[in-house]
Protein backbone atom coordinates (compact mmCIF):
# COMPACT_ATOMS: atom_id res chain seq x y z
CA UNK A 1 0.00 0.00 0.00
CA UNK A 2 1.06 3.37 -0.60
CA UNK A 3 1.85 6.35 2.33
CA UNK A 4 -0.98 7.59 3.13
CA UNK A 5 -3.91 5.18 2.04
CA UNK A 6 -7.36 6.39 3.29
CA UNK A 7 -10.07 4.07 4.40
CA UNK A 8 -13.19 3.77 3.01
CA UNK A 9 -12.67 4.68 -0.34
CA UNK A 10 -16.31 5.61 -0.20
CA UNK A 11 -18.73 7.20 2.40
CA UNK A 12 -22.40 7.70 2.16
CA UNK A 13 -24.72 8.64 5.00
CA UNK A 14 -27.75 10.95 6.40
CA UNK A 15 -27.39 14.19 7.04
CA UNK A 16 -26.57 14.31 11.16
CA UNK A 17 -24.58 11.44 11.49
CA UNK A 18 -21.20 11.11 11.71
CA UNK A 19 -18.31 10.26 9.10
CA UNK A 20 -15.16 8.66 9.89
CA UNK A 21 -12.53 8.38 7.58
CA UNK A 22 -8.95 6.54 8.39
CA UNK A 23 -5.86 6.94 7.19
CA UNK A 24 -2.84 4.41 7.15
CA UNK A 25 1.00 5.47 6.50
CA UNK A 26 4.30 3.91 6.35
CA UNK A 27 7.23 5.97 7.61
CA UNK A 28 7.80 8.23 10.38
CA UNK A 29 6.23 11.62 9.60
CA UNK A 30 6.63 15.53 10.72
CA UNK A 31 2.77 15.74 10.77
CA UNK A 32 -0.21 14.66 9.15
CA UNK A 33 -2.78 16.91 7.36
CA UNK A 34 -6.47 16.54 6.48
CA UNK A 35 -7.25 18.40 2.60
CA UNK A 36 -10.85 18.48 1.59
CA UNK A 37 -11.74 18.94 -1.99
CA UNK A 38 -14.89 19.72 -3.81
CA UNK A 39 -15.55 18.60 -7.56
CA UNK A 40 -13.25 20.03 -9.99
CA UNK A 41 -11.69 22.01 -7.35
CA UNK A 42 -8.31 22.33 -5.82
CA UNK A 43 -7.92 21.33 -2.01
CA UNK A 44 -8.03 22.73 0.97
CA UNK A 45 -7.01 22.38 4.14
CA UNK A 46 -8.92 21.06 6.97
CA UNK A 47 -6.54 20.29 10.02
CA UNK A 48 -2.96 19.56 11.14
CA UNK A 49 -1.82 17.12 13.30
CA UNK A 50 2.24 17.04 14.85
CA UNK A 51 3.45 13.61 15.43
CA UNK A 52 4.04 14.77 19.01
CA UNK A 53 0.22 15.34 19.28
CA UNK A 54 -2.66 12.42 19.78
CA UNK A 55 -5.97 14.14 19.07
CA UNK A 56 -6.88 17.86 17.36
CA UNK A 57 -10.06 19.65 17.34
CA UNK A 58 -11.72 22.47 15.19
CA UNK A 59 -15.27 22.92 14.82
CA UNK A 60 -17.01 19.87 14.30
CA UNK A 61 -13.75 17.95 13.02
CA UNK A 62 -11.59 15.68 15.56
CA UNK A 63 -8.26 14.31 14.24
CA UNK A 64 -6.79 11.48 16.02
CA UNK A 65 -3.01 10.00 15.14
CA UNK A 66 -1.65 6.88 16.52
CA UNK A 67 2.09 6.97 15.95
CA UNK A 68 2.82 3.65 16.77
CA UNK A 69 -0.12 1.95 14.59
CA UNK A 70 0.89 5.05 11.60
CA UNK A 71 -2.62 5.58 11.07
CA UNK A 72 -4.89 8.71 11.51
CA UNK A 73 -8.58 9.05 12.16
CA UNK A 74 -10.64 11.87 10.64
CA UNK A 75 -14.39 12.42 12.21
CA UNK A 76 -16.88 14.80 11.00
CA UNK A 77 -19.51 15.03 13.33
CA UNK A 78 -22.99 16.25 12.63
CA UNK A 79 -22.51 16.13 8.59
CA UNK A 80 -24.16 18.00 6.44
CA UNK A 81 -25.06 17.99 2.40
CA UNK A 82 -22.09 20.59 2.23
CA UNK A 83 -19.72 18.39 3.55
CA UNK A 84 -19.93 16.58 0.55
CA UNK A 85 -16.42 16.17 -0.91
CA UNK A 86 -13.43 14.01 -1.51
CA UNK A 87 -11.12 13.90 2.14
CA UNK A 88 -7.15 13.28 1.84
CA UNK A 89 -4.98 12.66 4.24
CA UNK A 90 -1.14 13.81 3.65
CA UNK A 91 1.87 12.72 5.53
CA UNK A 92 4.99 15.09 5.68
CA UNK A 93 7.76 12.43 6.26
CA UNK A 94 10.23 13.06 8.99
CA UNK A 95 13.91 13.24 7.91
CA UNK A 96 15.77 15.24 5.29
CA UNK A 97 15.45 19.06 5.07
CA UNK A 98 12.12 20.54 5.44
CA UNK A 99 11.08 21.56 2.12
CA UNK A 100 7.35 20.90 2.97
CA UNK A 101 6.80 18.21 0.79
CA UNK A 102 3.49 16.17 1.13
CA UNK A 103 2.67 12.75 -0.03
CA UNK A 104 -0.65 12.68 -0.52
CA UNK A 105 -3.72 9.49 -0.68
CA UNK A 106 -6.29 7.87 -2.58
CA UNK A 107 -8.82 9.55 -0.62
CA UNK A 108 -11.98 9.06 0.31
CA UNK A 109 -15.35 10.29 -1.26
CA UNK A 110 -18.05 11.21 1.21
CA UNK A 111 -21.75 12.07 -0.06
CA UNK A 112 -24.11 13.13 2.57
CA UNK A 113 -27.64 12.81 1.84
CA UNK A 114 -30.09 15.83 2.87
CA UNK B 1 -6.84 39.34 -1.75
CA UNK B 2 -4.41 37.08 -1.03
CA UNK B 3 -4.21 33.38 -2.73
CA UNK B 4 -3.30 31.27 -5.98
CA UNK B 5 -4.03 31.76 -9.37
CA UNK B 6 -3.64 29.30 -12.19
CA UNK B 7 -4.96 30.03 -15.81
CA UNK B 8 -6.19 28.55 -17.92
CA UNK B 9 -8.99 27.03 -16.14
CA UNK B 10 -9.63 24.30 -18.99
CA UNK B 11 -6.64 23.77 -22.06
CA UNK B 12 -6.68 21.77 -24.63
CA UNK B 13 -3.60 20.54 -26.38
CA UNK B 14 -3.14 18.41 -29.61
CA UNK B 15 -0.98 15.87 -30.29
CA UNK B 16 2.85 17.01 -30.39
CA UNK B 17 1.89 20.40 -28.81
CA UNK B 18 3.84 21.56 -25.59
CA UNK B 19 1.81 23.79 -23.47
CA UNK B 20 2.42 25.78 -20.49
CA UNK B 21 0.02 25.92 -17.13
CA UNK B 22 0.27 28.87 -14.83
CA UNK B 23 0.65 29.34 -11.47
CA UNK B 24 1.34 32.93 -9.60
CA UNK B 25 0.93 33.13 -5.70
CA UNK B 26 0.91 36.79 -3.56
CA UNK B 27 0.86 34.87 -0.58
CA UNK B 28 4.79 35.35 -0.24
CA UNK B 29 5.36 31.78 0.29
CA UNK B 30 8.92 30.08 -0.26
CA UNK B 31 7.90 26.87 -1.72
CA UNK B 32 6.01 26.03 -4.69
CA UNK B 33 4.45 22.64 -5.78
CA UNK B 34 2.37 21.16 -8.84
CA UNK B 35 0.82 18.11 -8.58
CA UNK B 36 -1.44 16.04 -10.90
CA UNK B 37 -4.64 14.62 -10.33
CA UNK B 38 -6.34 11.48 -12.43
CA UNK B 39 -9.84 11.06 -12.17
CA UNK B 40 -10.65 9.09 -8.60
CA UNK B 41 -7.17 9.46 -7.93
CA UNK B 42 -4.65 11.21 -5.42
CA UNK B 43 -2.19 13.96 -6.02
CA UNK B 44 1.14 13.05 -7.35
CA UNK B 45 3.76 15.38 -6.96
CA UNK B 46 5.59 16.71 -10.36
CA UNK B 47 8.06 19.47 -9.50
CA UNK B 48 8.67 21.51 -6.54
CA UNK B 49 10.71 24.55 -5.56
CA UNK B 50 12.02 25.96 -2.46
CA UNK B 51 13.38 28.87 -3.45
CA UNK B 52 13.77 30.92 -6.58
CA UNK B 53 15.94 29.62 -9.47
CA UNK B 54 15.80 26.49 -7.64
CA UNK B 55 13.43 22.97 -8.46
CA UNK B 56 13.26 19.58 -7.53
CA UNK B 57 11.88 16.73 -9.88
CA UNK B 58 8.81 14.51 -7.59
CA UNK B 59 7.73 11.75 -8.44
CA UNK B 60 6.49 11.86 -11.66
CA UNK B 61 8.44 14.40 -13.67
CA UNK B 62 9.06 13.10 -16.95
CA UNK B 63 7.80 15.01 -19.78
CA UNK B 64 7.20 17.90 -17.64
CA UNK B 65 9.51 21.04 -17.22
CA UNK B 66 9.30 23.99 -14.81
CA UNK B 67 10.76 27.36 -14.20
CA UNK B 68 10.85 29.75 -11.00
CA UNK B 69 12.40 33.07 -12.56
CA UNK B 70 10.57 35.01 -9.80
CA UNK B 71 9.00 34.01 -6.18
CA UNK B 72 5.88 34.25 -7.16
CA UNK B 73 5.72 32.34 -10.17
CA UNK B 74 6.09 28.58 -10.65
CA UNK B 75 4.76 27.80 -15.08
CA UNK B 76 4.42 24.59 -15.73
CA UNK B 77 5.12 23.23 -19.51
CA UNK B 78 3.37 20.21 -20.11
CA UNK B 79 6.03 19.19 -23.46
CA UNK B 80 5.15 16.66 -25.88
CA UNK B 81 7.29 13.84 -24.39
CA UNK B 82 4.29 13.36 -21.89
CA UNK B 83 2.24 10.67 -23.47
CA UNK B 84 -0.53 10.50 -21.05
CA UNK B 85 -1.13 14.59 -20.23
CA UNK B 86 -4.91 14.30 -19.91
CA UNK B 87 -5.11 15.29 -16.25
CA UNK B 88 -6.37 17.65 -13.67
CA UNK B 89 -2.94 20.16 -12.39
CA UNK B 90 -2.89 21.18 -9.13
CA UNK B 91 -0.72 23.89 -8.25
CA UNK B 92 0.20 24.82 -4.14
CA UNK B 93 2.34 26.71 -2.35
CA UNK B 94 3.65 26.74 1.27
CA UNK B 95 6.01 28.23 3.78
CA UNK B 96 9.56 26.05 4.41
CA UNK B 97 11.67 25.98 6.75
CA UNK B 98 9.38 24.95 10.17
CA UNK B 99 9.48 21.72 11.33
CA UNK B 100 6.35 20.41 11.97
CA UNK B 101 4.77 23.08 9.17
CA UNK B 102 4.01 23.18 5.40
CA UNK B 103 0.04 23.49 5.45
CA UNK B 104 -0.24 24.19 1.35
CA UNK B 105 -2.30 26.48 -0.01
CA UNK B 106 -3.40 24.85 -3.33
CA UNK B 107 -4.60 26.86 -6.42
CA UNK B 108 -8.34 26.18 -8.38
CA UNK B 109 -6.41 24.15 -10.77
CA UNK B 110 -6.40 23.51 -14.72
CA UNK B 111 -8.07 20.82 -16.47
CA UNK B 112 -5.86 19.78 -19.62
CA UNK B 113 -7.30 17.81 -22.38
CA UNK B 114 -5.37 16.09 -25.41
CA UNK B 115 -7.27 16.15 -28.40
Known amino acids: SQQGEEDPQALSIQEGENATMNCSYKTSINNLQWYRQNSGRGLVHLIL?????REKHSGRLRVTLDTSKKSSSLLITASRAADTASYFC??????????????FGQGTILTVHP | DGGITQSPKYLFRKEGQNVTLSCEQN?????MYWYRQDPGQGLRLIYYSQIVNDFQKGDIAEGYSVSREKKESFPLTVTSAQKNPTAFYLCASSIVGIPGRGTQYFGPGTRLTVL
Open chain 1, 49 to 53: IRSNE
Open chain 2, 27 to 31: LNHDA
Open chain 1, 90 to 103: ATDRAGGTSYGKLT
